[in-house]
Every structure is written in C-alpha cells, then in structure tokens.
C-alpha cells in the first residue's frame, strides 16, 4: 500500500510523538486534535508537552512541511487514532471503560474515508475496541465494506497496534521498540505492518485484533501486581519497624529474585487504568489482577496518614504553636521522575488531599511545570531550596533528578517523608 498521507488523530502524548516521527521520515502527515490550542501550537512549530527531542522533530517537521495541525479531518492513506480511554461510572462499577472518545474519532474521520484506507487503533482499550470501532465506522459509511462484514475483502482495513514506550523515552523507543500489530484479518495485519515498517526498526509481530488489545492490557497489569508486591512489603515492614529499601535490597541479591521499588502508588496513564480493563471484561477471573489495583490505589491513603502523624509529632515538639502554623511541601507531583505528565498521578491525589485535609500551608515543588494545577488552586510552586528552607515537614514524592542531592540533614528525621528513597536513585 501507498502511505504518502498519515492522519493522526489525537495530539497528546502518544499521538503528538508518532505524528512526528513519521513526519521525520519525509512523509505528509496531518495531525488531528479538538484542541485550537494544541493545533496552533504545533502550527508554529512547537509542543504542548514535554519530551526530550519532540520539540526539534516536531519544529523541523513543520518547517519542512511534513507535519500541519487540523481541527477538521482530511482525507488520508492511513488513520492513527491516539485519543484517550477514561472510566466512567456504570450500573454502580466506577471503573467502566468509557470509548466516548474513541466513537468521536470514527464518527469523525468516516466522512473522509475512501476505498483502500487503513485505520488503526493505537489507544489502550478493553478487548474487542477495534470491532466496535470498525462497527462505528460501518455505521457512518454503509457503502464500504469493513473487516467484520467483509472479511478480507473489505474496502477499509483496521487493527490494533498498542503503544509501548516509556515517558522520556517516547522518540526512540518508538522507533526501537517491537510493534505488536493486531489486524481484524491477516491483510489488515499486513497493511498496518506495512506502515510500521516506514519508522519502526524493532521486529512487527502480526497477530489478532483482540490478542493485541489484551497483549497491552497484560504488559501493564504484570508490572502492576510486580509493585503491588513492593507497595504491600513497605506497609508490612512500617507494621514491623523495617527498613524496606534495605529489605529489597537483600533480597534482590537471590539470582531469581527482582523485586521493584516501592512508591507513593502507581501512576500515569498505562499502569494504573490498564488493569481495570482486564477486570472490567473478566471480574469473576481477574481476581489477583483486581487485588493489585487496590493494593496501589490505596498506597496514596497511607502517605497522607504519614503526614498527619508527623503533623501531630511536630506539634507535640512545638507546643507554642497550632495545626495551622505548620507547613508543608510537597516535592513531585508527576506520576514518575523527570517527566511533566500528571496523568493518574499518586503524587497529585496526595498533595489534593492534603490541601483538602491539612490548615496549614502547601508547597509545592515540581521542576517540570510552570504553573499550579488547578487542583491546587491557591498552593505555591516553589524551587526546590525555597520550599526546604520555608517548610516544617518535607515530603519526597517522586525521584527526580533535582531531588536526589538534597540535604536535609538540618530537619529533625521525622519531618522529613521519603517514600520513593530519592537518595537511593
């Protein structure tokens, strides 16, 4: 197949980078978002977000004339939808995956479709996404033929390629990484590996539709249970008066054994809502896979009990002042080190609770955005020694790089929280 035009649907953290990359490879690529913010910012040659290398890519790309933002689908060779898959609350279940989104994209690009297209799904989704999304389309087009009526004779090929890289790595493992390809026939499958094929130097492995949308959703839930495992063991050696980054550490030195660290929960947009999608198509069966989630979810809760002992300690040392007199900081509020994503991100539900919870003051530190969220409405961003100097109690959330030199041997040990072990990193 011919793949001189690529439309991108979804400008986001996935969609932006593989827009660019293609785009890199001197192919047109037209990138589609709702956003006029996102596409008069990628019009002027630069990024919304934040990821190593993206801004010079994406700023050639534009200049050269590879890549142009749209509001307003275009006709194209190939359709790359990368938009999200959020939950929705549902017949009293609150982790329902909700494929609003993912409809809204068909919808939007089935008026330009034309005999011979390819579409591909490259959003994380519950098993058999890529079928509805092809009945989506089906029902805006009647006069082509798809895969489910079809079969390999139809007009519009669609699969299923899941995303795999790691924040702060997208550009090359985008290109490194193996591409699991789930086409809903073999041509599809062939097709969408044709088009890997122009920017991807790992191995494209062809498979089903439905095999490669569990395939992700297993990846991320086999990490998960991993640092449920390591979450589960700091609440056990707390209990035991244990130091558990020690306790790893030994146990660690078993040739078999490899036990992650643990942190203040599990964040981001892959490991922290993939499971839910196992558990929402199998609950009967998915029961350690379910377990592991509300063991991470339930990390953030013990954090914010942290602080309110160490609030109450502080107090017992300063009997001269009040809850209110005594401040804290928050150091990360990104889902992981060195990257500017809040997406799920433990870190953040604990600052939101302790705004919510605490009377006196919250700082916050994180060296990758430039302004508050507006969960924190009202909260200062500080530097990463302003808030060390201002605040009463510390609290180290994520390992960043600017984090882990800190010295903060002038606290007294018990207003300083580090849940992460950044000196460790």
Same mark, same amino acid.
């Given at each position: 197949?011919?793949?001189? *035009?690529?439309s991108?649907?979804?400008?986001?953290?996935?969609? $932006?980078?593989?827009?660019?990359?293609?785009?890199?490879?001197?192919?047109?690529v037209?990138?589609?978002?709702?956003?006029? @913010?996102?596409?008069?910012?990628?019009n002027?040659?630069?990024?919304?977000?934040v990821?190593?290398?993206?801004d010079?890519?994406?700023h050639?790309?534009?200049?050269?004339?590879?890549?142009?933002?749209?509001?307003?689908?275009?006709?194209?060779?190939?359709? $790359?939808?990368?938009v999200p898959?959020?939950?929705?609350?549902?017949n009293?279940?609150?982790? &329902?995956?909700?494929?609003?989104?993912?409809? !809204?994209?068909?919808?939007?690009?089935?008026?330009?479709?034309?005999?011979?297209?390819?579409?591909?799904?490259?959003?994380?989704?519950?098993?058999?996404?890529? %079928?509805?999304?092809?009945?989506?389309?089906?029902?805006?087009?009647?006069?082509l033929?798809?895969?489910?009526?079809?079969?390999? !004779?139809?007009?519009i090929?669609?699969?299923?390629c899941?995303?795999?890289?790691?924040?702060?790595?997208?550009i090359?493992?985008?290109?490194?990484?193996?591409? =699991?390809?789930?086409?809903?026939?073999?041509? /599809?499958? #062939?097709?969408?590996? %044709?088009l890997?094929?122009?920017?991807?130097e790992?191995? /494209? +492995?062809?498979?089903?539709?439905?095999?490669?949308?569990?395939?992700?959703?297993?990846?991320n839930?086999?990490?998960d249970?991993?640092?449920?495992?390591?979450?589960?063991l700091?609440?056990?050696?707390? @209990?035991?008066?244990?130091?558990?980054?020690? $306790?790893?550490?030994?146990?660690?030195?078993?040739?078999r054994?490899?036990i992650? @660290?643990?942190?203040?929960g599990?964040?981001?947009?892959c490991?922290? +809502?993939d499971?839910?999608f196992?558990?929402?198509?199998?609950?009967?069966?998915? *029961?350690?896979i379910?377990? !592991?989630r509300e063991?991470n979810?339930?990390?953030?809760?013990?954090?914010?009990?942290?602080?309110?002992?160490?609030v109450?300690?502080?107090l017992?040392?300063?009997?001269?002042?009040s809850?209110?007199?005594v401040?804290?900081?928050?150091?990360?509020?990104?889902?992981?080190?060195d990257? #500017? #994503?809040?997406?799920?991100?433990?870190?953040?539900?604990?600052?939101?609770?302790?705004?919510?919870?605490?009377?006196g003051?919250?700082?916050? +530190?994180?060296?990758?955005?430039?302004?508050?969220?507006?969960?924190?409405?009202?909260?200062?961003?500080? #530097? =990463?020694?302003?808030?060390?100097? @201002?605040?009463?109690i510390?609290?180290i959330? +994520?390992a960043?790089k600017?984090?882990?030199?800190?010295?903060?041997?002038?606290?007294?040990?018990?207003? &300083?929280?580090?849940?992460v !072990?950044?000196?460790?990193?």
């Amino acid at each position: 197949m011919e793949f001189n *035009r690529i439309s991108v649907v979804g400008l986001g953290y996935i969609g $932006l980078p593989t827009a660019a990359v293609i785009a890199s490879r001197r192919r047109e690529v037209i990138g589609l978002d709702v956003s006029p @913010k996102v596409v008069d910012t990628i019009n002027r040659g630069d990024i919304h977000i934040v990821e190593p290398d993206l801004d010079m890519i994406v700023h050639a790309a534009v200049k050269e004339g590879y890549l142009r933002a749209t509001l307003t689908p275009e006709a194209a060779d190939a359709f $790359l939808i990368a938009v999200p898959t959020p939950f929705k609350a549902e017949n009293g279940k609150e982790h &329902v995956p909700d494929l609003k989104y993912i409809e !809204a994209a068909a919808r939007a690009i089935a008026p330009v479709l034309a005999k011979g297209n390819l579409v591909i799904l490259e959003s994380t989704s519950p098993v058999g996404a890529t %079928e509805r999304l092809a009945e989506w389309l089906a029902e805006a087009r009647p006069d082509l033929v798809f895969p489910q009526g079809g079969g390999e !004779a139809s007009d519009i090929r669609v699969a299923h390629c899941p995303e795999r890289v790691l924040p702060g790595h997208v550009i090359r493992e985008l290109v490194s990484n193996d591409r =699991v390809i789930g086409g809903m026939t073999p041509k /599809c499958s #062939d097709a969408a590996a %044709e088009l890997y094929g122009l920017f991807v130097e790992g191995e /494209c +492995v062809r498979t089903t539709a439905r095999t490669a949308e569990m395939a992700k959703l297993t990846e991320n839930s086999f990490r998960d249970v991993n640092i449920a495992f390591a979450n589960e063991l700091s609440l056990i050696c707390d @209990k035991l008066d244990i130091d558990v980054w020690e $306790l790893i550490e030994l146990a660690n030195r078993h040739p078999r054994v490899n036990i992650l @660290k643990p942190g203040p929960g599990v964040g981001g947009h892959c490991i922290a +809502v993939d499971p839910w999608f196992i558990v929402s198509e199998a609950p009967e069966q998915a *029961r350690l896979i379910r377990t !592991a989630r509300e063991v991470n979810d339930s990390k953030p809760g013990w954090v914010v009990d942290k602080v309110r002992t160490a609030v109450g300690a502080y107090l017992l040392e300063h009997p001269d002042k009040s809850a209110r007199d005594v401040s804290v900081a928050c150091y990360g509020l990104a889902f992981k080190p060195d990257i #500017d #994503d809040l997406r799920e991100s433990p870190a953040l539900n604990i600052a939101v609770e302790l705004k919510k919870n605490l009377t006196g003051e919250l700082f916050l +530190v994180e060296p990758n955005i430039k302004s508050v969220p507006d969960a924190l409405a009202g909260c200062q961003l500080l #530097d =990463v020694n302003e808030a060390k100097l @201002k605040a009463d109690i510390c609290l180290i959330l +994520v390992a960043h790089k600017q984090f882990r030199e800190l010295d903060f041997t002038m606290k007294p040990a018990g207003c &300083v929280i580090d849940v992460v !072990a950044s000196g460790r990193v």
